[in-house]
Nanobody, 126 residues
Framework: QVQLVESGGGLVQAGGSLRLSCAAS????????VGWFRQAPGKEREFVTFHRYIGGSPYSRDYADSVKGRFTISRDNAKNTVYLQMNSLKPEDTAVYYCAAHRSGDYYQDRSYEYWGQGTQVTVSS
């Protein structure tokens, strides 16, 4: 079983940056695919990005169109941590951000993930 803990959220002005962390315990992240999702008030949880373990090949990643070119996912296996660097933040990025370990199926759907963290709040002021 994997325990995931997000951190790094906060209040930032539009155009600013934040780096979220997703620290894992219980097993190594190096052979897990990890995704980030977010949920804004009154909205459904939505896909942000994933970092996919392919086994013997470089990790692959993809992003939601709304964050492409602004957000970057990475990992430090020595620290058992996945990061989400968020630049050029917009008020519409305001949400609770969650990381999760992929179980099976569509990488873009939250139902394909398990072992969710508790989330970290990101608020972007205009």
């Amino acid at each position: 079983q994997v325990q995931l803990v997000e951190s790094g959220g906060g209040l930032v002005q539009a155009g600013g940056s934040l780096r979220l962390s997703c620290a894992a315990s219980g097993r190594t992240l190096s052979t897990l695919s990890v995704g980030w999702f977010r949920q804004a008030p009154g909205k459904e949880r939505e896909f942000v990005t994933f970092h996919r373990y392919i086994g013997g090949s470089p990790y692959s990643r993809d992003y939601a169109d709304s964050v492409k070119g602004r957000f970057t996912i990475s990992r430090d296996n020595a620290k058992n941590t996945v990061y989400l660097q968020m630049n050029s933040l917009k008020p519409e990025d305001t949400a609770v951000y969650y990381c999760a370990a992929h179980r099976s199926g569509d990488y873009y759907q939250d139902r394909s993930y398990e072992y969710w963290g508790q989330g970290t709040q990101v608020t972007v002021s205009s």
